[in-house]
C-alpha cells in the first residue's frame, strides 16, 4: 500500500483538476469519475485532512492540480470525464513513462515531491547500455572497473576486522558481505579511509572513461541526454515541488520537440573525487529559437545502496540543473523557456 503522504499528494492533484469549488467538497463527494480510487482512500485522506498534519501537502497537491487544469498546455478549464490513478499498481515488463496519473486516456501526469533523482539503475545498464534497455547486473561494478583499487580497500577492512573472510573480494558470499556491512558500520579507520578515497576516485575516473567510450557519435551522445532527462515518445507532465519546495509544472516534451527547438552541442562527463565514487555529466545545448546557449549538468552515485560491501552497487542520477530550467522541460505557467 503506497504511504499516506504519496495518497495525498497523487490522488488529491488529480481531485483538484475535477473543478470542484475547494478541497473538502471534492473529499466528500468521492467523484465517480475518478477511478481505482477505493473509500477506504478517501476514508484515509479525509482523517489526514482533519488531522491537520499534512496541511502543507494536501494545498500543494491541490495547487499544482489546479495549474493542471487550467492551463493551456493542460485541461484549459474543461473538468475531466475520466481520472485514474495508478496507486500501487506496477505492471510486469519495463513501463517507460513515469505516470501516476492518467486523465481522460490521453493526458500521463507524474507527482515528483522534493526528489532531483532521474533515475536508478545498475552502473552496467547506465554506463555501458546507456539507458537503452532496463535490467539489473549481477556483476559487481568495482570489480569491473577499478580491480586494484577495490582489492586492496578490502584488504585494508579485512585487516581491520579479522575474522574469518577470504583473500580475494572476489570470493565474497552473502555471509562474507553481511559480516562487513555489520563491521564496518560505524566507520572505517584512517588506512581504509584512504584506500577508499583511492577507489572512489577510481571508479568515478573509470566509469566516465567507459561512458564516454560508448558516446562516440553526436547521435548517441543526443540520445543520451534524452534518456537521461526521460524523454519518451508521448509527452506527459510532471506536477510536483522541488527539494526546496519550488512548486514544479512543466510538460516533457518528446524528442521530436527536442529536436525542433534545440541541438546538443557537446556531452561531457568526468569523475569528481567527493568520498564515494560519482561521475560528473553536463550538455551545452543551442536553443535555436532564441539563439542563445544552455547548459544542463547533474551527477551519477555510484555506491553500495545498503552499507559497504553490501549487494552490488547501484548507479543513481541525479539532475542539478533547476527543472524549469532545463531544455526539453515546459513550463505550463508563463513563457516558455
Request: proline share 6%; hydrophobic share 40%.
Amino acid at each position: 500500500m503506497p504511504a499516506l503522504r504519496t495518497e495525498i499528494t497523487e490522488i488529491v492533484t488529480g481531485l483538484a483538476m475535477l473543478g470542484y469549488s475547494d478541497l473538502d467538497h471534492a473529499l466528500s463527494v468521492r467523484p465517480h469519475v475518478v477511478h481505482n480510487v477505493t473509500d477506504d482512500h478517501f476514508a484515509r485522506l479525509s482523517a489526514a485532512r482533519r488531522s491537520g498534519d499534512f496541511d502543507d501537502e494536501f494545498r500543494l497537491a491541490w495547487t499544482n492540480g489546479f495549474t493542471f487544469a487550467a492551463a493551456d498546455d493542460g485541461l484549459r478549464g474543461r473538468p475531466p470525464w475520466r481520472l485514474e490513478w495508478k496507486g500501487p499498481h506496477r505492471p510486469p515488463g519495463y513501463e517507460q513513462l513515469p505516470a501516476d496519473l492518467r486523465v481522460d486516456h490521453v493526458y500521463l501526469i507524474s507527482c515528483k515531491y522534493g526528489s532531483n533523482i532521474l533515475h536508478n539503475t545498475s552502473p552496467a545498464n547506465l554506463f555501458d547500455r546507456r539507458l537503452a534497455e532496463r535490467g539489473g547486473s549481477g556483476a559487481d561494478w568495482f570489480a569491473e572497473v577499478a580491480p586494484e583499487a577495490y582489492q586492496a580497500f578490502y584488504d585494508v577492512c579485512r585487516t581491520d576486522l579479522g575474522g574469518d573472510l577470504p583473500g580475494r573480494v572476489s570470493d565474497l558470499d552473502a555471509g562474507h558481505r553481511a559480516t562487513l556491512k555489520a563491521g564496518l558500520r560505524s566507520g572505517l579507520s584512517e588506512a581504509a579511509s584512504e584506500a577508499y578515497r583511492w577507489l572512489a576516485a577510481t571508479v568515478g575516473t573509470m566509469s566516465a572513461r567507459r561512458w564516454l567510450e560508448g558516446l562516440d557519435t553526436p547521435a548517441r551522445r543526443r540520445e543520451m541526454l534524452w534518456r537521461l532527462l526521460r524523454l519518451e515518445a508521448a509527452p506527459y507532465f510532471v506536477l510536483g515541488a522541488a527539494a526546496d519546495g519550488t512548486p514544479l509544472h512543466y510538460r516533457l516534451g518528446t524528442p521530436w520537440d527536442f529536436d525542433e527547438r534545440f541541438a546538443v552541442r557537446s556531452f561531457d562527463a568526468w569523475g569528481d573525487a567527493v568520498g564515494q565514487p560519482l561521475v560528473r555529466w553536463r550538455a551545452d545545448i543551442t536553443d535555436k529559437v532564441r539563439g542563445s546557449r544552455r547548459r544542463v549538468e547533474g551527477h551519477v552515485e555510484v555506491r553500495w545502496s545498503h552499507g559497504r560491501f553490501a549487494n552490488v552497487p547501484e548507479a543513481k542520477v541525479y539532475l542539478d540543473t533547476a527543472h524549469h530550467d532545463v531544455a526539453g522541460y515546459f513550463p505550463l505557467t508563463g513563457d516558455q523557456p
